[in-house]
C-alpha cells in the first residue's frame, strides 16, 4: 500500500511502515486524510504494527519541518519529530527491552542502528539503546500490539522479534475472523 497514494489501508493482518524520508513527501502525507484516519482506526482496533525510523514519525502528531513549519501527521502517538540539521544518535546500538512489548519480554535484546536528520520530544521508552561507546538513552514505543521508534532492528540477530510480529499478525486474524464469523 501507498500511504501518499491510497485512500485506505487493504485488507491485512499486520502493519509494517519502514524507514524512509517522510521530510521529502510532506505534502502528500500530510493531504491524505482518508489513509491516516484508516491507520488510526485500525490500530485502535488492535491492529498490530511495527514502524521503524520514518515510519515511527509518521505515526507521530506531528512533524516540523526545517523552515520550522509544523505538519500533521498520522496522530496514532502523541508528540512531534523535527528536523535537526544534523545526524541525531547516528550508529549501531544494543537494545533491551525495559518492559514486555508487541516484539519481545523484557530484557531481551537485539541489535540495530539509527540513521536520521531529525529527533522526536517522544522518542518512547520502552527499550534502552546502548552504543558500543556505552552512550545510552531510551527509546521506542512498545506495546502489546506496537513497536515505533527511530531503531532499525536487525532481525537476523535475534529472530524472535520477527516471529513475535508474525505471531501478533495471527493472533490478530484469528480475532478477527471469529468476529465476522
Known amino acids: 500500500f501507498s500511504p501518499l497514494r491510497d485512500r485506505t489501508l487493504p485488507e491485512c493482518d499486520g502493519l509494517y511502515i519502514g524507514g524512509g524520508d517522510p521530510e521529502n513527501h510532506l505534502s502528500s502525507l500530510t493531504r491524505n486524510l482518508s489513509m491516516k484516519d484508516s491507520i488510526r482506526r485500525r490500530m485502535k482496533q488492535g491492529l498490530p504494527c511495527m514502524a521503524e525510523c520514518g515510519g515511527f514519525m509518521y505515526l507521530l502528531s506531528e512533524f516540523q519541518d526545517s523552515s520550522g513549519v509544523i505538519h500533521e501527521m498520522a496522530g496514532v502517538l502523541e508528540g512531534r519529530s523535527t528536523m535537526t540539521g544534523g545526524l541525531s544518535r547516528f550508529g549501531y546500538v544494543t537494545l533491551t527491552a525495559l518492559e514486555n512489548n508487541l ?69 490478530y486474524k484469528n480475532g478477527r475472523n471469529r468476529h465476522e464469523a
Open 103 to 171: 516484539l519481545c519480554r523484557k530484557g531481551e535484546r537485539i541489535n540495530g542502528h539509527e540513521f536520521h536528520y531529525s529527533d522526536s520530544d517522544q522518542p518512547g521508552s520502552s527499550f534502552q539503546a546502548v552504543k558500543p561507546s556505552g552512550k545510552a538513552w531510551t527509546c521506542i514505543h512498545g506495546k502489546e500490539t506496537l513497536f515505533a521508534g527511530y531503531p532499525h532492528l536487525h532481525l537476523w540477530g535475534n529472530p524472535s522479534f520477527g516471529e513475535a510480529f508474525v505471531n501478533a499478525c495471527q493472533v
